[in-house]
């Protein structure tokens, strides 16, 4: 009989989904139709650096608008293979993305991708694609992707409507406020051994905080907040707006009087 195990069971099978950061990067987009431009959207979205490759005569609305407004390079004609290898000082192509109605065509040019060791993905031909594009929710800094894997792009949409109908109201909102923190926090303590502190208080903080909470923080709520850090302590947010410039209280004896558990130790 196998021993049990207390780790988890591995499920092969599936993508690893990461975040991938794209910023001032370029991307080839070949193609100028309704799939290209939810494609070109997306990329802006991640601030990456859009070329697309289409004759003029096959750019949809949508294209020709970010073609229009200077939103995306555009390369009037159809691809050629020596797009995929810019001349220096040019940056090299990181990404492609094929969406044109040419299935011979996309096949040549994903495999051209390949020798080159360009992540490509091929519109609708999953065996023909580095990565896949899944359903996502966007909130601010808040993004949820739902991947079927190739499978069942409706069903990933149908599911991502799902999570997202039973998200918080200003669930992004308060994630930006939770980054402004943080970002306030490395200021204080900026040292790469304080990096198991910082993150064991923050967690401290996201657990006191509801959502609620996080979105009514201002800057001089965050301040304050601070400097209950060196102590790892976190007040009620009752506490914590009691503070500073709005009331006169003493900050120092206020924290040195909390013990932790939302209520104020009384000494002897």
């Known amino acids: 009989m196998a021993e049990t195990t207390k780790f988890p069971e591995v499920q092969g099978g599936g993508s690893l989904l990461i975040a991938w950061q794209i910023k001032g990067k370029r991307v080839l987009v070949v193609g100028g139709g309704e799939v290209a431009a939810g494609r070109i959207l997306n990329l802006l979205n991640a601030d990456a650096l859009v070329t697309v490759i289409c004759p003029s005569a096959g750019l949809n609305p949508e294209v020709a608008y970010r073609v229009a407004n200077g939103q995306v ?8 293979p020596s797009d995929l290898s810019p001349l220096p000082p ?10 044109v109605d040419d299935p011979a065509a996309s096949t040549a040019i994903w495999q051209l991708c390949k020798t080159l060791s360009i ?9 023909e694609c580095d ?5 996502v929710h966007r909130d601010g800094p808040l993004q949820i992707m739902v991947s079927t894997n190739g499978k069942g792009p409706r069903l990933a949409s149908t599911i991502r409507k ?8 200003d669930a992004g909102r308060a994630i930006e406020k939770v980054g402004r ?7 204080v303590a900026p040292a790469v051994e304080d990096g198991p502190k910082r993150m064991g208080w923050m967690t401290r903080v996201s657990d006191a ?13 965050m301040d304050n907040l601070l400097k209950w850090y060196a102590s790892g302590k976190v007040p009620e947010l009752e506490v914590l707006k ?16 909390f013990d932790g558990s939302f209520g104020f130790s009384v000494g002897a």
């Open 73 to 80: 390079t555009h390369i009037d004609r159809k691809f050629q």
């Open 90 to 99: 040019a940056d090299p192509i990181a990404m492609v993305l094929v969406a």
């Open 119 to 127: 992540p490509a993905n091929i519109a609708d031909v999953p065996p």
């Open 131 to 135: 990565f896949y594009f899944g359903s």
């Open 162 to 169: 799902f999570i997202a109908e039973a998200l918080p109201p």
């Open 181 to 187: 923190l943080r970002a306030k926090l490395r200021q």
């Open 209 to 221: 905080y509801s959502w609620e909470d996080m979105c009514e923080l201002d800057e001089e709520d």
């Open 242 to 257: 009691g503070m500073g410039s709005r009331s006169g209280v003493d900050v120092d004896g206020l924290i040195e009087g």
